[in-house]
């Protein structure tokens, strides 16, 4: 059975850090591509980064780039999400997707790309 559990979500200040966990089971993350994606109330969930299988490509949103890292871990069957800097806009309700799509930058933020879903993680930033 597939399932992607995301954690590590907490009420954070304004230029705090972060480490969000998606943690898989029933399938090898090395294989599948992963994506991150957030939505805030009232909001489109909207792509942040992903990471492709196999390939070691990346890519982030630019609201994203230089805060948010990418880390894979094959021991742990799983993907990190190192937010640093974060900012009152980083507010949301963090999801982890998966998929054997093989993604690049045309689609990666297409949240229809992706099979498989975990259950959230809040992220609240304070000024």
């Known amino acids: 059975q597939v399932q992607l559990v995301e954690s590590g979500g907490a009420l954070v200040q304004f230029g705090d850090s972060l480490r969000l966990s998606c943690v898989a089971s029933?399938?090898?993350?090395?294989?599948?591509?992963i994506g991150w994606f957030r939505q805030a109330p009232g909001k489109e969930r909207e792509g942040v980064a992903c990471?492709?299988?196999?390939?070691?490509?990346?890519y982030y949103a630019d609201s994203v780039k230089g805060r948010f890292t990418l880390v894979r871990d094959h021991a742990k069957n799983s993907v990190y999400l190192q937010m640093n800097d974060l900012s009152p806009e980083d507010t949301a309700e963090y999801y982890c997707?998966?998929?054997?799509?093989?993604?690049?930058?045309?689609?990666?933020?297409?949240?229809?790309?992706?099979?498989?879903w975990g259950q959230g993680t809040q992220v609240t930033v304070s000024s």
């Open positions: 990471s492709v299988g196999n390939d070691g490509s990346a």
């Open positions: 997707g998966a998929t054997l799509g093989h993604l690049d930058g045309r689609n990666w933020y297409d949240k229809q790309m992706y099979a498989y």
């Open positions: 029933g399938f090898t993350v090395d294989y599948y591509t």
